[in-house]
């Protein structure tokens, strides 16, 4: 075999096993500390996913669904818009199809990603206008749009229409998280395209209507209706409204400031040892603020779409911290007084160290139930 064509099989074996491993995430459980009272808050790690983000989860849903349609075959190549995780997924994955990939980015692309996209050997398109706000998404659809014209053999994955967006997520993200925090009376989902929200807000309208679904956007962006202006975090927020959450009936959201999120995901580094990206930390924020203000609307659960392992150029660093004027001890995290972890679980592991967990404190909120009723998400239509 030649060295390409071996280089090639390696490739295309790693990213079997890349696609494979998706799903199936643990959780880990905190206690955060607002006006003197403690809560539990389960938060769903999907850094676990083999590429490091949720968006393992988009990318697989996505190309399967082109493959299915037979609008994709061995040789073409998928082109997408991102702003790291979707690019770095669909670029980790595209070997196990025998096809290429496009991915346009922008210079807001966390630089630790940027260097592990570019390691994939996927094609990197890099755009540099901003608009009106300072943002990039225009400017991103508008080379996706000009390559998809341009070049024979480019398809669109388009995340921020296709249905598959959002199926992924209420066959998937959000049956694990019911069963693994299946007395969650709230569950907060950071919103970008929205296809996770509403993936997940639908699957638990259906099977578990007493859990309320809370989109968590930040301050400057539209997706869920908000008025566009400079943000700077990766991976929440849009320049445009979210296709999938619907306009129609009151969806329960939240909005938060950038800067406070990004102070939250510091703290709960330092207090617990766990690195989560700033959309995680603008869902904590958001969760934090409604114990606040009712303090017996938990128990809570916060969907974690990474980890900060890429951001420790960016949100953990105190130089482009200050480089965004972003005023951390002034920002705060208030109301949050204190975090402190509680447990880390598993996915494979979970039932037993969850039952000894509650075995050690009785009458304890979250349960979950087995690793293979966890791993075998219920199918049906998505109503979103
Ligand atoms: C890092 C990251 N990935 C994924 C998502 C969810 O994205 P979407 O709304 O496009 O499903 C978010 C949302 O905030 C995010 O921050």
Redesign the pocket.
């Known amino acids: 075999m030649g060295t390409r064509l071996r280089a090639r099989s390696h490739a295309t074996l790693a990213a079997r096993r890349r696609l494979e491993g998706i799903g199936g995430t643990g959780i880990a459980i905190i206690e955060m500390t607002i006006g003197g009272r403690t809560h539990d808050v389960t938060l769903k790690l999907e850094s676990e996913n083999p590429c490091g ?3 393992d989860r ?1 990318a697989r849903a996505l190309i399967g669904s082109l493959v299915d349609a037979g609008r994709l075959r061995p040789g073409m190549t998928i082109v997408e818009s991102s702003s790291g ?1 979707l690019a770095l997924a669909l670029a980790s994955l595209a070997p196990a199809f025998d096809i290429g990939a496009c991915l346009v980015v922008d210079p807001h692309i966390a630089p630790d990603k940027l260097r592990r996209l570019e390691r994939t050997g996927a094609q990197i398109e890099m755009v540099d206008r901003t608009d009106a706000a300072g943002n990039y998404l225009h400017s991103r659809l508008r080379r996706v749009e000009q390559l998809v014209h341009d070049k024979p053999g480019f398809v669109w994955t388009d ?1 921020y229409g296709s249905p598959a ?1 959002p199926r992924a997520h209420y066959t998937g993200t959000a049956p694990e998280l019911h069963a693994q925090a299946s007395l969650a009376k709230l569950v907060y989902v ?8 509403a993936g997940t807000r639908a699957y638990f309208a259906r099977h578990a209507p007493g859990t309320e679904v809370v989109g968590v956007d930040v301050i400057g962006s539209v997706a869920l209706g908000g008025s566009a202006g400079p943000r700077l975090l990766p ?2 927020g849009s320049s445009r409204r979210s296709h999938f959450v619907p306009t129609d009936v009151a969806v329960r959201s939240s909005i938060v400031d950038e800067g406070r999120a990004i102070a939250c995901c510091r703290a709960l580094r330092a207090q617990t040892g766990i690195a989560v ?3 995680s930390g603008a869902a904590l924020i958001a969760c934090a603020d409604q114990l606040a203000d009712h303090p017996s609307s938990g128990p809570v659960a916060v969907l974690c ?2 980890g900060g392992a890429d951001y420790t150029q960016t949100i953990y660093a105190d130089d482009w911290v200050s480089r965004h004027k972003i005023d951390l001890a002034g920002t705060g995290i208030e109301p949050i007084e204190r975090f402190q972890r509680l447990d880390r679980l598993g996915p494979a592991q979970g039932a037993r160290r969850v039952r000894g967990r509650i075995a050690r404190t009785p009458g304890h909120p979250f349960y979950m139930t087995t690793a293979a009723d966890s791993s075998s998400p219920q199918k049906g239509p998505i109503h979103v």
Do not use: Y
């Not at 950071?190 to 996770?196: M, Q, Y």
């Open positions: 983000a949720i968006k988009t995780n995340q967006n950071p919103v970008s395209t929205g296809g996770t929200f991976g929440i990206g700033g959309s779409p990474d």
